[in-house]
């Protein structure tokens, strides 16, 4: 029973989690359409960088769940590089830009 859920699972998630990016990058557009440009946007925009590479990486996995194609086996560790490196700057540069608030004041 266990292992049926989890195939049934396993070929579904991706499908989810496509939905779900979709609902995200609404709100990242509504997000940047607003008029209070006295917000530090550029961690959102690194964020939503982010976002559009894992939504990518998951349009790679549906369409080699379907058996289209077949991914090198580096792809997927490149992916996960990208988005990890991009939250880590994400990260300093708002640490960065707090640590100038507190300067200023």
Known sequence: MNSYFGNA?????????LALVIIATILFLKLFRLKNRGTYLLPWRLLFFAVLVYILEEIVTV????????P?????????????TTFLYMLL??????????KRK
């Open 72 to 84: 090198p086996s580096i792809l997927f560790p490149v992916f996960e590089m990208i988005i990890i």
């Open 93 to 102: 540069l708002q640490r960065e830009h707090i640590q100038k608030g507190k």
């Open 63 to 70: 369409i080699a769940a379907q058996g289209l194609f077949e």
């Open 9 to 17: 699972l396993g070929l579904v998630a991706p499908y989810y989690n």
